[in-house]
T-cell receptor, first 116, second 114 residues
C-alpha cells in the first residue's frame, strides 16, 4: 500500500506558541488530504479536507484561523496550530488520497501534540 | 446526515474465542464505502477492509471475516480464534461524497486475554 508520513511524531510546546505538522505522501501523488483529531479514548473527528492548490474545507466547529492548512504540492500538506492552548492537546492524524488509490485513504502514523 | 454506530464500547475475550464487532451505519446516499480499521496502542491506523455499497458479498481473510447486510445497514466484523495481538481499538467508518470523507464510529476496544 501507499505510504504517508507525518512529522513530527510527538511535539510538546508552550501555551501561546504555534506548531506546524507535516503530512507527506511518499510514493504517490495526493490530490486530497484529510486532517483528523483524536482525543484520548475517543474517535477520529475530521477537521478539514484539502485539495491540492485549493483552500481547505473545514468541518463545522473547526476554527480555520486557528488550524491553518496548506496543501501546496501533491505530496505535502501542513497543519499549523496557531496560539496553541492546553485544550488543543490531541493526536492529529492525516490521510491522503490520490488518483490511483481507488478511493482509499492512506493514513499517516499521527502526531501527538501536548501543549503545556 | 451520516452516522456510524459501534454499540460495543469494550469487549474482553479469552484467547482462541471468536468475537464479533458490530457496526451499524446510516446514510441516505446509495453510493458509499464502508471500512474497518485497527488502531493498536501505537496509534497508527491499520486498514483492514473496504467494501462498496454495491457489493454485499461477505469476505474472509484468514481469521477475519466481514458480514455486510444492506437490509439492516450493518457491516459486522468477526475475528475467529482470537489472539493477544488482536488487542486494539477497532473502528468502523463510512465514506461518502466525491472526496469519500470518512465518518468514524466511536470504536470498540477489544482486549484478548491469554
Amino acid at each position: 500500500g501507499a505510504v504517508v508520513s507525518q512529522h513530527p511524531s510527538r511535539v510538546i510546546c508552550k501555551s501561546g506558541t504555534s506548531v506546524k505538522i507535516e503530512c507527506r505522501s511518499l510514493d504517490f501523488q495526493a490530490t486530497t488530504m484529510f486532517w483528523y483529531r483524536q482525543f484520548p479514548k475517543q474517535s477520529l473527528m475530521l477537521m478539514a479536507t484539502s485539495n491540492e492548490g485549493s483552500k481547505a474545507t473545514y468541518e463545522q466547529g473547526v476554527e480555520k484561523d486557528k488550524f491553518l492548512i496548506n496543501h501546496a504540492s501533491l505530496t505535502l500538506s501542513t497543519l499549523t496550530v496557531t496560539s496553541a492552548h492546553p485544550e488543543d492537546s490531541s493526536f492529529y492524524i492525516c490521510s491522503a488520497r490520490g488518483w490511483t488509490s481507488n478511493n482509499e485513504q492512506f493514513f499517516g502514523p499521527g502526531t501527538r501534540l501536548t501543549v503545556l | 446526515a451520516q452516522k456510524v454506530t459501534q454499540a460495543q464500547t469494550e469487549i474482553s475475550v479469552v484467547e482462541k474465542e471468536d468475537v464479533t464487532l458490530d457496526c451499524v451505519y446510516e446514510t441516505r446516499d446509495t453510493t458509499y464505502y464502508l471500512f474497518w480499521y485497527k488502531q493498536p496502542p501505537s496509534g497508527e491506523l491499520v486498514f483492514l477492509i473496504r467494501r462498496n455499497s454495491f457489493d454485499e458479498q461477505n469476505e474472509i481473510s484468514g481469521r477475519y471475516s466481514w458480514n455486510f447486510q444492506k437490509s439492516t445497514s450493518s457491516f459486522n466484523f468477526t475475528i475467529t480464534a482470537s489472539q493477544v495481538v488482536d488487542s486494539a481499538v477497532y473502528f468502523c467508518a463510512l465514506g461518502l461524497g466525491s472526496n469519500y470523507k470518512l465518518t468514524f464510529g466511536k470504536g470498540t476496544l477489544l482486549t484478548v486475554n491469554p
